[in-house]
């Protein structure tokens, strides 16, 4: 009992949603990807230790590149970051073998990082149906 069917308007449905995905490409996209970055960012730098130090909270910086937007730690401010982050092992000088201890891990980054997931997606879903929806009036 197989029937044979065909679809029609593909052509057309194929224009429609290259047309919408067109529409929605463009500067304001960019622009609600980077307040979201900085929402980010500021939870990073909140979720920071209070013993940090400024430049470590500073060095955490949203970055726009090819419409993509980055949260990240500039090394050229802090290069340092990272041993608060994931801590560091009992060491000890070269010449004259004293200790010099051991940094405890804080991941301040991922602890921000992860607290902000929900409200970053609390803020992309509505922001990209705006746009569809402004596309589809606009049509």
Known sequence: ???????????????????????????????????????????????LSPDVSGNQRRSIEVKTKKGRVFVWSNRKIS????????????RFHKKTGKSVGRVKPNPGFARGRNKSRGKALAMFVPGYRKFMLDAVKAK
């Open 79 to 90: 290069p340092h970051l990272h041993l608060n982050e994931f801590g560091t092992a009992e």
């Open 1 to 47: 009992m197989a029937e044979n069917f065909t679809v029609q308007g593909i052509p057309e449905l194929n224009r429609a949603i290259t047309r919408l995905g067109n529409s929605v490409i463009g500067r304001k996209v960019t622009n609600l990807h980077r307040k979201i970055g900085r929402m980010v960012r500021d939870n990073i730098r909140a979720e």
